[in-house]
T-cell receptor, first 117, second 111 residues
Framework: KAGVTQTPRYLIKTRGQQVTLSCSPI?????VSWYQQTPGQGLQFLFE???????NKGNFPGRFSGRQFSNSRSEMNVSTLELGDSALYLC????????????????FGPGTRLLVL | DAKTTQPTSMDCAEGRAANLPCNHS???????VYWYRQIHSQGPQYIIH???NNETNEMASLIITEDRKSSTLILPHATLRDTAVYYC????????????FGQGTRLTINP
């Protein structure tokens, strides 16, 4: 079974632009979470989507947004990019069979490395 | 904030067992211990998790103390490819999907 895939793998943008990152979860997985990793702050949770609804959100400004499609694929968007948004953006998926609140193992994709100039 | 404490770095000789400790003294009865690792610039890789019993899979073993306040991840025969940052994470059985990562342990396997 294929793992979590993320596109693009690398991206260069300039300040003020906006960017959209894509994540395809493992087949059958229904929950998708996004994380940001920077040298200074480490790995931080952005948000989680299940059944096209945002279930949980981390402490990030409103410039960071996301959505999930009916096939569980997810996108995240960052508007008005700042230099500090340069980071590795990671997507993780989990099964969530019952759609309930039981924690299930998250599996990560390779990430998208974003550089903001 | 992360609910775990890990050593910043460790070294291990290739072929030997690598034992990575983790303290989680405030863990509650409905929380699992999860281990992930991250090889440079890649996405974190799931290794193993447990609630209160020791667990073993093809990658590693997880030993959880009886009081559940600490655990040890064991890589039985470390190879150079096991060089990575290892994260110990405590997460609730129920609740929103969210992993809280600490700084982890940077494990270096030496030839």
């Amino acid at each position: 079974k294929a793992g979590v895939t993320q596109t693009p793998r690398y991206l260069i943008k300039t300040r003020g632009q906006q960017v959209t990152l894509s994540c395809s979860p493992i087949s059958g997985h229904r929950s998708v979470s996004w994380y940001q990793q920077t040298p200074g702050q480490g790995l931080q949770f952005l948000f989680e989507y299940f059944s096209e609804t945002q279930r949980n959100k981390g402490n990030f400004p409103g410039r960071f947004s996301g959505r999930q499609f009916s096939n569980s694929r997810s996108e995240m968007n960052v508007s008005t990019l700042e230099l500090g948004d340069s980071a590795l953006y990671l997507c993780a998926s989990s099964l969530e069979l019952a759609g309930g609140w039981y924690q299930e193992t998250q599996y990560f994709g390779p990430g998208t490395r974003l550089l903001v100039l | 904030d992360a609910k775990t404490t890990q050593p910043t770095s460790m070294d291990c000789a290739e072929g030997r067992a690598a034992n990575l400790p983790c303290n989680h003294s405030t863990i509650s009865g409905n929380e699992y211990v999860y281990w992930y690792r991250q090889i440079h610039s890649q996405g974190p890789q799931y290794i193993i998790h447990g609630l209160k019993n020791n667990e073993t899979n093809e990658m590693a073993s997880l030993i959880i103390t009886e009081d559940r306040k600490s655990s040890t991840l064991i890589l039985p025969h470390a190879t150079l490819r096991d060089t990575a940052v290892y994260y110990c994470i405590v997460r609730a059985i129920q609740g929103a999907q969210k992993l809280v990562f600490g700084q982890g342990t940077r494990l270096t396997i030496n030839p």
